[in-house]
């Protein structure tokens, strides 16, 4: 049979003429577009939506006077590396750990691509719905009734532990006049912060003290009032009684545990079962032990992943779903976040004799110790899947930093028994030293952040909390290597000294560099902020403490000073946008952590050392006090930190 060609039509394809292939292939692609795009304006509950975005961009907008959606704000700032934190709104974000990376160009600009090609990961995302999850009671009871002790937690006979008074002998109050006057101003900023949250924001999470009203941001899921669970402890030591009270009764009466919502498994941590364990052990009201009790079950469902490695990111409504960050390396979990557990969770099995707790946070132990590590350092990403690093970056600031706190502090809360900590603890410091301590042309000791073999020869504020890690842990790696780590200690708190008294108003940027011709100086306009941080004078407290030196306290008294004329404003403290210029811009956040951390250990520099001695106590990463656990006290199996699995 002979095909003839027809008049007009295009001898290839469907017979269709090269304009008219040209029209449909426009219509087509056209059609592509507006499927794609309806994605974007689907319900958040339509499944389809949550397989091609990953779920921390498909949370709704917490709705809320100040709230905001800070999954939303850090996609929306990464597009501003050039912008320090809070020029981008009147907000700051909660977390102060994840608004740094979200200014990072690197990782702001990897993070859409990594979020896309998480979507795919994100279907792998291991949750399980907290009906399936081990409920910490129902095993508390048939612990309980099983082998395992049942002697129920008891306050005095931890009380009779302790090797002093926690309060000291008056308080901790000093006998030098100028020191307690120091002290006593200490005192009236904390009193003059409490009141005002307590004025124009009671029962959020932050005050905004410019806008005098309340911020609650979305860190903590529907949890509120950070500033009352954080300030509880401090309110209590400093003896503000009445302040004390009112707070107390707001967590008795107001603080809803039952609330729904996304919240940082690492936030919620430190700051809420932080905040109330320290308020239990140090007064002994049952009702702070149940309240934390019933927030740590709410965590456990996180860890619900191949690993064990918890996610970043938790439902503490019934669901109990985990997610990763949305901007974390394809949906890595972050080393700061789940290394950040430890001292809690011990506490949690501690008083509700169910080891549970515990065996989550040892198997993130065992893993961490078998996984081979570049050079012996521990990477900010891993994989809760897999199991793996994802990516090779190395900080003792953001993304790394109190993961190696807590491995020191883990081993001197067990009354140094855990012998795992030690080990881990002094290994990675080694690592540390060999590849990422540096010293500047100008004789400054600084921690580097590593690349990949690659050295930025930058260091955050929050790195200098390490000047005071390194002091508490001097005694007992090798005996000959004492001084050195004193030594080493006391530099680093120099340097970060250094990076304040080089500023015009004596307040430290958030990140400052060791290249481009400066030296502990930001380079970066976006580097330039403070945000009331402690970690400085953090490592000016331990110092104190370790050495006696009075530079410490000379230098937190710079602090205070500095604090008081370029942060406090009519209605409370806020953070400034730029520590080297004397015309104050202000960021309209009064950060929780101002309260339970950076007013605390002033305090503390200038009371005398039997205030929360260090025989008795460590601080948690928020600055809040949990005891250590002394061997030589009775307790029962529970308590000796058997786990179920041992
Ligand atoms: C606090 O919430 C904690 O210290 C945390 O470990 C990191 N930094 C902030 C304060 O800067």
Redesign the pocket.
Known sequence: MVFRKLPGVSASGMGLRLSQKFVFLLFLSGLVTLCFGALFFLPDSVRLKRIFLSKTETQPVTVGSGSENDARELLKRAKEPELPRGMTSARVETS??LKNLSRKPTVSREATEERLAAAGKALEDFTLPRSRTESASAKATSFARGAAPSEPFSYDAFKACLLKPPLGRDSGRPTDPETNARREKVKEMMKFSWDNYKRYAWGKNELRPLTRNGHIGNMFGGLRGASIIDSLDTLYIMGLMDEYKDAKEWVETSLDLNSNGEASLFEVN?RYVGGLLAAYYLTGEEMYKSKVMELGEKLLPAFNTPTGIPRGVINLGSSGTSWSWGWASAGSSILAEFG?LHLEFVHLSELSRNPIYKEKVMNIRKLLTKIEKPHGLYPNFLSPVSGNWVQHHVSIGGLG??FYEYLIKSYLMSDKTDEGAKKMYYGALEAIEANLVQKSPGGLTYMAEWRGGILDHKMGH?ACFSGGMIGIGADDGAPEKRQHFLDLAAEITHTCHESYTRSATKLGPEAFRFDGGGEATATRLSDRYYIL???VIESYMYMWRLTHDPKYREWGWEAVEALERHCRVESGFSGIRDVYSMTASHDNMQQS?FLS?TLKYLYLLFSDDDLLPLEDWVFN??AHPLPIIHKNCQRDEATQGKTASE
């Open positions: 102060t750990r430190i950040t930093d109190s929050l941080r402690p970690e952590f951390e990463t928020e």
